[in-house]
């Protein structure tokens, strides 16, 4: 319904239909989530063979060294080569960690903060801004916060962050990075484009020690087997001369178990050089057996888009599931709009400027939890209030459809709320 094309009676008397509705709702005493990405249960028991990869007679894989011991801080040639693969790149730009692509974001700006990049004065020394595309992931906002990074939110499109002002404010001294997730992002679902590629890859800053931190997190997380690929930003990079502006980041945590993944870090020759030589502080080395068990399980890259079209299988109702509900109240409605991904784990909501804390705290009294509104921009400031994140993966598919009733309810109670209240 297009409410701002009724009359004040008229809204004054659909909001009290609204409230009847709203207040049934609570009186169900509902316990709903859809506040984080997380895979759904039968998701999870698709990589319950991972578990049975290594077995009490296991030795040491063929040809190499003993898994079970110290070694191989850099990950066991196999994991190396499978995310080589996955990833198109060569094997020497890789590195295997543990289960957290998020805890290697945190190291590489702790590096940073303490040590410096490439001899550059470290970032506890100096002013340091980073550029954050917006809607963005608040646990990066979060790193950076942690560190007394100013952040500067960077308008985004599915096609990327506004290069015009990227391009122009990286050539401030000060701006040290820009953080992305740049296919099926979170959390508008985006895919960045070729030319955006292009542009971060050849664009003049003013930092040595500037980096593009590229959080491929979702990297195969496809609904369709068309979905639109991503350009290899380190070809990009390298044609341009600048193979060491960018850092990226993936992980097994939405292929395999969240939890105890296995997660990569890829760069160039320099930058992996002075990693290593801080990891070596960090640690002797990581959980190899974890790293072998993944490579017997996911074998090669045809092997995990086989696993991933099974995960699609199961996500993609759910997400039919909100984008109708979402599509039948509000396609006609000037005051709402949302993503529709073709991949990945989250949907961006955009609801009527001003109202989307209040969104929030309606669902939350109805039993629905949702990601903080703001969370998706630096310091959880929206200054519209407008941004939701929203997660349909874990919610089995008859919970999720009264998931969505609790948030159309307050998507019109918060409407109308705000219409029939101003003067």
């Known amino acids: 319904m297009n409410y701002s094309t009724l009359s004040k009676e008229e ?77 198109e790149v060569s094997s020497d730009m890789v590195f295997v960690a543990g289960n957290s692509s998020l805890h290697l974001i945190y190291d590489v700006i702790s590096d940073a903060y303490c040590f410096g990049i490439q001899g550059n004065v470290p970032w506890s020394k100096t002013k340091v801004k980073f550029l954050c595309p917006v809607p963005g992931y608040d646990r990066h906002f979060t790193i950076l916060d942690k560190f007394g990074i100013e952040m500067i939110a960077i308008p985004s499109s599915p096609i990327g962050p506004d290069m015009d002002l990227v391009e122009q404010l990286v050539q401030d001294p000060e701006v040290k990075g820009i953080i992305c997730v740049p296919r099926f992002g979170n959390p508008d679902g985006g895919i960045y484009s070729d030319e955006t590629v292009e542009r971060l890859a050849n664009m003049k800053v003013g930092a040595s020690d500037f980096r593009i ?52 870090i890829v760069m160039g020759e320099n930058n992996m050089k002075e990693f290593k030589k801080n990891a070596f502080v960090r640690t002797i080395s990581y959980n190899k057996l974890n790293q ?43 005051y709402v709009d949302w993503t529709i991904p073709k991949g990945g784990y989250f949907v961006s909501l955009n609801v009527m400027q001003g109202t989307a804390k209040r969104v929030v705290e309606l669902c939350k009294n109805a039993g629905l939890i949702l990601t903080p509104a703001g969370a998706t921009y630096p310091l959880g400031i929206d200054d519209l209030d407008r941004n939701i994140r929203l997660a349909p993966s874990c919610t089995v598919q008859e919970e999720l459809q009264i998931a969505c009733n609790v948030l159309v309810c307050a998507i019109e109670y918060a409407i109308l709320e705000k219409l029939t209240t101003e003067e």
């Open 11 to 87: 809204q004054n008397l659909a909001f009290a239909e609204i409230k009847k509705k709203y207040q049934a709702l609570q009186r169900e005493k509902l316990s709903l989530d859809i506040s984080r990405g997380k895979p759904s249960s039968e998701q999870l028991d698709l990589s319950l063979p991972l578990l049975d990869m290594l077995s009490s007679n296991y030795k040491n894989p063929k040809g190499a060294g003993d898994y079970r011991n110290y070694g191989y801080l850099d990950g066991i040639p196999e994991a190396k080569a499978l995310f080589a693969e996955l990833l």
């Open 213 to 264: 931190y590229w959080d491929n997190a979702y990297f195969i997380h496809e609904f369709y087997p068309d979905s639109p690929k991503l350009k290899n930003i380190f070809d990009a990079c390298k044609t341009a001369g600048n193979i060491d502006r960018v850092i990226e980041f993936a992980s097994t945590s939405k292929i395999t178990f969240p939890g105890a993944g296995v997660a990569v």
């Open 292 to 334: 072998y068990a993944h490579v017997l399980f996911l074998k090669d890259s045809e092997t995990v888009k086989s696993i991933m079209a099974k995960h699609a299988e199961m996500l993609k109702p759910r997400f039919d599931t909100l984008e109708k509900a979402l599509e039948e109240s509000f396609s006609d409605c000037d």
